[in-house]
């Protein structure tokens, strides 16, 4: 099992282009989550998804879009890159059964920087 | 707001050592716990889960929960070097949603 896998590990954009980052699981799991990590700010979710067919915004969703295209996949979408956006994005997903639906597992990270 | 807090330290320890985390939170109808373990350039690894009142334990690691006072925390027993990492304390808020709330982390370094 792969486990979250992200697509692409690193990027640069310049002010004003658009990206999708790609996220995938092989674990079944129902939820799907988009965090963004900036130094000393742990992390903040910007959107997720409880099940297919369902998306949420979450603390920081201004400047982004997310399509939860099957159980497996969940993109986050910039639309208009800004260098406020410039930080490490993480894809997560939980549900597991029982106690264990809410543990969530994370991706390895994408490093986005915006010029 | 629901906020949980963090000393971001460094907390310093010599190895062998006890290291202790501790994590506030704001609402006391929280439901679930999570210690998570990053290391630097690298993405958040559960450590440790913890959903009812008291010590849970796991090898080395203890996760303590104390919902009246509203603070979780984290010992790690034996304390290594590669045990050096930034630790984040994550909760589940007592609502429909299943998304957690993240404390900034607290960054331990175990001195050999």
């Known amino acids: 099992n792969a486990g979250v896998t992200q697509t692409p590990k690193f990027q640069v954009l310049k002010t004003g282009q658009s990206m999708t980052l790609q996220c995938a699981q092989d674990m079944n799991h129902n939820s799907m989550y988009w965090y963004r990590q900036d130094p000393g700010m742990g992390l903040r979710l910007i959107y997720y998804s409880a099940s297919e067919g369902t998306t949420d915004k979450g603390e920081v969703p201004n400047g982004y879009n997310v399509s939860r295209l099957n159980k497996r996949e969940f993109s986050l979408r910039l639309e208009s890159a800004a260098p406020s956006q410039t930080s490490v994005y993480f894809c997560?997903?939980?549900?597991?059964?029982?106690?264990?639906?809410?543990?969530?597992?994370f991706g390895p990270g994408t490093r986005l920087t915006v010029l | 707001q629901k906020e949980v807090e963090q000393n971001s330290g460094p907390l310093s320890v010599p190895e062998g050592a006890i290291a202790s985390l501790n994590c506030t939170y704001s609402?006391?109808?929280?439901?679930?716990f999570f210690w998570y373990r990053q290391y630097s350039g690298k993405s958040p690894e559960l450590i440790m889960s913890i959903y009812s009142n008291g010590d849970k334990e796991d090898g080395r690691f203890t996760a303590q929960l104390n919902k009246a006072s509203q603070y979780v925390s984290l010992l790690i027993r034996d304390s290594q070097p590669s045990d050096s990492a930034t630790y984040l304390c994550?909760?589940?808020?007592?609502?429909?949603?299943?998304?957690?709330?993240f404390g900034s982390g607290t960054r331990l370094q175990v001195q050999p």
């Open positions: 609402d006391r109808g929280s439901q679930s």
């Open positions: 994550a909760v589940k808020w007592d609502t429909g949603r299943r998304a957690l709330t």
């Open positions: 997560a997903s939980s549900g597991l059964a029982g106690f264990g639906v809410n543990e969530q597992f």
